[in-house]
């Protein structure tokens, strides 16, 4: 197909890791709905870790791009519209798409909407108060959203205050910027929240856009410091690899041997433990980037990175919760493997209509008229 020639394998790789742990996870919620086993909390676990690749992969590549449009002289103010554009263009269509249908669905089974429901066609569900419990996945995506406009905006601010400074080196300052100054937020909350659970901190910072902002931003450093130092990234990527792997082990084992939660130990979770996710998994990126793709899997993988958007948007609130809701009374092992099944199934058929019938072609216009 013309738009995989320039795919990467192994960000595909990295896509398809991701979207994988996050289905999984799902998948604990029909077949164990009430455990609390070690072994499930892990896996559910690593669902969440799924959604922080994504933000560190999103930041890669569209900082990727937005570095690569600055250093191509691309900095007027019309450049940054087109910038917007195509991503809007990738994005939104299929949100939007998704948000109908669960709003029609929700008014089927409840009859009526959520108060809130008209913050989600501007993404401010979550902008700094907890996620509405209605399409619940799309925190992340107003997380994404507006790391794409924060940025880039004052990216080019800057670019237009201060012409003659190096290009590259703003668009590192600007990021770092950011990133420091996003910190101050996260100092408020460490000062101001009482946190009693888990839950309750994954829903008012790890879930909030204020202070979740910096894990794309990671990304955007991520893709700098790779193009600035190339062959000193390449030439150490499995070192790289090996330490954000570490890195991470180190940080569940902290967790695993003090019993650390939100409640007992808020500062390592305010501002080391996501951060630290993050960083663990931006170390695999040199070594993924160098991955040669095999043929036996090289189509599953591209099959699984280019629906992993589609597939993100349909899996929870509009299939699992469905599946959930007719499969509430299955009690024997064959029920819930048969819901299970159910979940996939639907998942797959309804992402790759929302794919080939909204995505694609919309991608196609916009790479036709905006070249």
Not at 322 to 337: E, G, M, R
Request: proline letters at 3%; charged letters at 15%; hydrophobic letters at 50%.
């Amino acid at each position: 197909m013309k738009q995989q020639k320039h795919r990467v394998f192994g960000l595909d790789v990295l896509r398809a890791i991701a979207i994988t742990l996050v289905v999984v996870s799902h998948t604990t919620y029909l077949l164990f709905p009430e455990t609390e086993h070690v072994l499930i909390t892990l896996i559910r676990a690593m669902g969440a870790v799924g959604v922080d690749l994504f933000f560190v992969l999103s930041g890669f590549l569209i900082g990727g791009i937005l570095l690569k449009n600055i250093q191509n002289n691309k900095t007027r103010f019309p450049d940054l519209i087109l910038f917007f554009k195509r991503r809007w263009l990738r994005t939104l269509p299929n949100y939007f798409v998704v948000l109908l249908l669960n709003i029609i669905v929700f008014l089927i089974v409840s009859g009526s909407l959520p108060e809130s429901i008209a913050s989600y066609f501007v993404f401010l569900q979550n902008f700094t108060t907890p996620h509405p419990n209605f399409f619940t996945e799309a925190w992340s995506l107003s997380i994404e959203e507006y790391a794409y406009v924060l940025l880039p905006i004052l990216l080019y601010v800057f670019l237009a205050l201060f012409p003659k400074k190096e290009k590259s080196k703003l668009f590192l300052y600007t990021t770092v910027a950011i990133i420091l100054g996003l910190l101050l937020l996260k100092i408020n909350y460490y000062l101001n929240t009482g946190v009693v659970d888990y839950k309750q901190w994954s829903a008012t910072f790890r879930k909030v856009v204020i202070y979740r902002l910096g894990s794309i931003y990671i990304g955007f450093l991520v893709v700098y410091f790779y193009r600035k130092y190339t062959h000193f990234w390449s030439k150490n990527r499995n070192k790289f690899a090996i330490l954000g792997m570490l890195f991470f082990i180190g940080l569940h084992f902290f967790i695993q041997q003090t019993k650390a939660t939100p409640q007992t130990y808020l500062a390592f979770y305010v501002f080391v433990y996501l951060q630290g996710v993050v960083v663990s998994l931006a170390c695999l990126f040199p070594y993924a980037i160098a991955l040669k793709s095999n043929a036996q899997i090289k189509q599953i993988i591209e099959y699984i990175s280019t629906r992993s958007y589609a597939i993100y948007l349909i899996n929870y609130s509009i299939v699992l919760l469905t599946v959930a809701h007719f499969f509430k009374d299955s009690a024997t092992p064959l029920q819930k493997v048969t819901s299970v099944l159910v979940y996939l199934v639907v998942t797959i058929l309804l992402t790759e209509v929302l794919y080939r019938f909204i995505e694609q072609p919309i991608l196609r216009y916009r790479d036709k008229k905006q070249k």
